[in-house]
């Protein structure tokens, strides 16, 4: 029984990262209706931006409590990385929205390509690593056959996660960005003809989801210690997968979503074998899909006619 409590502990650090990941996702989805591809590459350059200013930090300015390198890292990581994803916004998809519904989507795989083969030259293909960040653990139990520990990077990831899906719930429910958004998802024709500005609203958006893959870049970095130009394509479809299972344009849903895929992956692993780790979270997806299409708490898709 210990080793699964350690297992879920394991699995809800992993889980966090990927719903932080796959709020981008939906935020966009459920706005514009188009798959961000490259928003797993955000993600990755957000954990190179985030390696980068920590090393500056600490070995250029010399800065050494970790606390305040840590939230430094994380601010400065989400502007970046938000500017980062704004540019992209106005070169590689404002410019398609009105073409035809595959345009938005090739340049977005296209702009994915681009920014890992940018990273790879610029940084080179190997692993990057950091010095070992809030590795001090805190035991849960003890004295039995298998003790029970959870470590202070992994109370900040899932903290963080929590803090952070909160001030976003909020500011799409209760304000009045949160309410162009829902207006454009509805309607962005009618929402312009309101008043609202769905340009900007969408490139805000954006930078939301960019500030929210900075975080889980940042925290990616600190929870496994080093980042290779490569690690946004598989974290990126596992979030993706993770906002389509929890209800795509769901806030909360895409949470859960990243909460059980990284569980199924961390069990599967402990339980029955790495080697399939990924399939098993996928094939998961596969039979939600199956009785429920619309995932767990997405709402029905009606045709308009």
Known sequence: MEFFFQQLINGVTLGSIYGLIAIGYTMVF???GMVNFAHGDIFMVS???????????????????????????LLLAMFFTSLWSWV?????????????????????????????????????PRNKPIPPMFNETIALTSGGLFDVTV????????????????????????TPLGRA????????????????????????TFIMGAALAAVAGTLYLIQFGNVNFADGFIPGVKAFTA??????GSIPGAV??????????????????????NVA?????????IFMPQGLLGKPEIEKV
């Open 47 to 73: 954990a190179f931006i985030a390696l980068l200013l920590f090393l500056a930090l600490t070995t250029v300015i010399g800065i050494t409590w970790l606390v305040l390198a840590f939230i430094i890292v």
């Open 243 to 248: 906002a389509v299972l929890g209800g795509i």
């Open 256 to 277: 859960i979503g990243g909460l059980l895929i990284g569980l199924i992956e961390v069990l599967w692993a402990a339980y029955v074998s790495s080697d399939y780790k």
């Open 30 to 32: 459920g706005i514009i």
């Open 88 to 124: 992209i916004e106005r070169l590689a998809y404002r410019p398609l929205r009105g073409s035809f519904r595959l345009a938005p989507l090739i340049s977005a795989i296209g702009m994915s390509i681009f920014l890992a083969n940018f990273v790879q030259v610029v940084q080179g």
């Open 281 to 289: 979270a996928f094939t998961i997806l596969i039979v939600v899909l």
């Open 181 to 204: 958004q829902r207006a454009c998802e509805q309607d962005r024709k009618m929402a312009a003809l309101l008043g609202i500005d769905v340009d900007l609203t969408i490139s805000i």
């Open 151 to 174: 470590a202070w990077k992994q109370i900040v990831i899932m903290v963080v996660t929590v803090v952070l899906l909160t001030i976003f719930w909020y500011i799409v429910q209760k």
